[in-house]
């Protein structure tokens, strides 16, 4: 039987992730950064109606002509745009609150989805 994958271990693999994604951003020029927070969040929101637009295309039987690559495209975006805000507010990769953040988010989920 395998080790129980706990809240605490998901967590490190997304700071795992978020320290990966910041080596290959340097490797390829890209700064990671926006100026304005609010701008990154309306790059969010922008985001977030593309991922509605699928949905309800998907829903009535008539999906975008790049489903399902243009859905995760999106919501992968709304991730990048989500480390964007979080460096924005000098969050790092080692952050002990995006850890917590995570871990609290996660547990939540469980007390309020579990089956």
């Known amino acids: 039987m395998s080790e129980k ?3 605490e ?3 490190d693999y997304l700071l795992n992730f978020f320290g990966l994604y910041e080596k290959w951003r340097k490797q390829n020029g890209l700064s990671g950064s926006i100026a304005d927070p609010f701008e990154i969040f309306t790059s969010m929101t922008d985001k977030n109606g593309r991922v509605g ?3 309800k295309h998907q829903e009535r039987n008539d999906p975008k002509e790049d489903w399902p690559v243009g859905m995760a495209e999106s919501l992968m975006g709304y991730i990048v745009y989500s480390n ?3 460096k924005n507010y000098d969050f790092d990769i080692e952050d ?3 850890r917590q ?4 988010e ?3 989920a469980i007390k309020q989805h579990k089956e």
Not at 101 to 104: A, H, M, T, V
Request: hydrophobic content about 55%; charged content about 20%.
């Open 5 to 7: 994958v706990t809240a």
């Open 9 to 11: 271990h998901v967590a």
């Open 53 to 55: 637009r699928h949905i």
């Open 84 to 86: 964007m805000l979080l």
């Open 96 to 98: 002990k609150d995006i």
């Open 101 to 104: 953040g995570f871990i609290n």
């Open 106 to 108: 996660l547990n939540k």
